[in-house]
C-alpha cells in the first residue's frame, strides 16, 4: 500500500464566509488523482459551514476539515478554549497542533503539545502534528536536534503506535510568510531524517506516515516538493486562501 498525498490549506485567522463559496466552487472542478486528499483548516467559526458546504457538494471523500488548534483539557472551565467532543460534535476530522505560531506566539511547550495530541487521538480525531527548526537552530546545525526533541515529547506521552493515526507537518520556521521554500532537495533531506527517527521504533509505521511539508509552497514550487520521495504533500497559508491558486495546486498534486 502507498501513502496517499495530502494537500493540507490553514487558513490561520483568515477567511470568511465567502472564501468558503470560492474555495468550494473552486474544488468540485477539479479532477484530482485517486490518491490525492484534501484538507482545509478554517478558523472555528467557520468548521460547520465549511462541513456541510463540502457535503452538499459531493466533496466528503476527498476533503476532509481540520481545526487549527484544539484545548488539550476535555470540557470544564476554560474560556475561550474549543474541546476535542465539540470537534467530535460537528464531526471534525482532524486538527493541525504544535503550529510554530502556537509554539512562539502562544508559548505552547512541547508538553503541552503532546497532551493535545493525545486528547485529539483519544477523542478519534486525527492531529496534524507540526514540527519544525528555527532560522537560528538550521544556522547552527542543530535541525534533527529539534526535531527529534518535538518529537520525542509525543512519543512520550502516546508511544510510537499512535504515530500510525498522526500526519506530521515539517514546517521550517524561516520559511513560513517569508517566500523562502526550502529547496526540493533541503526538504526531502529532512522528511527522510523524520522518517528514518521515526522507523528506529516502528519501521511499519513509519513507512506509512504522511509527511507534509509547509512554509511558502504556491503553485510554482509545490510540484517539484511533492514529487520528492519523503514528502507526502503540503500544509499551505498563504496560497491556500487564494481559491484558484489551491486548486491548481490540489489538481497538479
Ligand atoms: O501552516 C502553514 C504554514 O505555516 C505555511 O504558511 P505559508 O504557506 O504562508 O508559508
Known amino acids: 500500500m502507498s501513502r496517499s498525498l495530502i494537500v493540507a490549506a490553514n487558513w490561520k485567522m483568515n477567511g470568511d464566509s465567502a472564501l468558503i463559496d470560492a474555495m468550494i ?4 472542478q477539479v479532477s484530482f488523482n485517486d490518491n490525492v486528499k484534501v484538507v482545509i483548516a478554517p478558523s472555528f467559526p467557520y468548521l460547520d459551514k465549511l462541513n456541510s458546504a463540502v457535503k452538499a457538494a459531493n466533496l466528503s471523500d476527498k476533503i476532509s476539515v481540520s481545526a487549527q488548534n484544539i484545548s488539550e483539557q476535555t470540557s470544564g472551565a476554560f474560556t475561550g478554549e474549543v474541546s476535542t ?3 467530535c460534535d460537528l464531526a471534525i476530522s482532524h486538527t493541525i497542533i504544535g503550529h510554530s505560531e502556537r509554539r512562539s506566539i502562544y508559548g505552547e511547550s512541547d508538553t503541552l503539545i503532546a497532551d493535545k495530541v493525545a486528547v485529539a487521538l483519544a477523542a ?3 492531529p496534524i502534528l507540526c514540527i519544525g527548526e528555527s532560522e537560528a537552530e538550521r544556522e547552527a546545525g542543530q535541525t534533527e536536534q529539534v526535531l527529534a526533541k518535538q518529537l520525542s515529547a509525543v512519543i512520550e506521552k502516546t508511544g510510537i503506535e499512535a504515530f500510525a493515526n498522526i500526519v506530521l507537518a515539517y514546517e521550517p520556521v524561516w520559511a513560513i510568510g517569508t517566500g523562502k521554500t526550502a529547496s526540493p532537495e ?3 533531506e529532512t522528511h527522510a531524517f523524520i522518517r528514518k527517527f521515526i ?4 519501521q511499519d509505521i513509519a513507512l506509512m506516515l504522511p ?3 509547509g512554509g511558502s509552497v504556491n503553485q510554482k514550487t509545490s510540484e517539484a516538493l511533492f514529487a520528492q520521495p519523503d514528502i507526502d504533500g503540503g500544509l499551505i497559508g498563504g496560497a491556500s486562501l487564494k481559491a484558484d491558486e489551491f486548486g491548481t495546486i490540489c489538481q497538479n498534486a
Request: glycine share 4%; proline share 0%; charged share 5%.
Open 25 to 28: 466552487a473552486k474544488l468540485s
Open 199 to 202: 522507523a528506529a521504533s516502528a
Open 211 to 213: 509527511i507534509l511539508y
Open 186 to 188: 533541503m526538504a526531502q
Open 124 to 126: 478519534g480525531v486525527t
Open 85 to 87: 467532543a465539540m470537534l
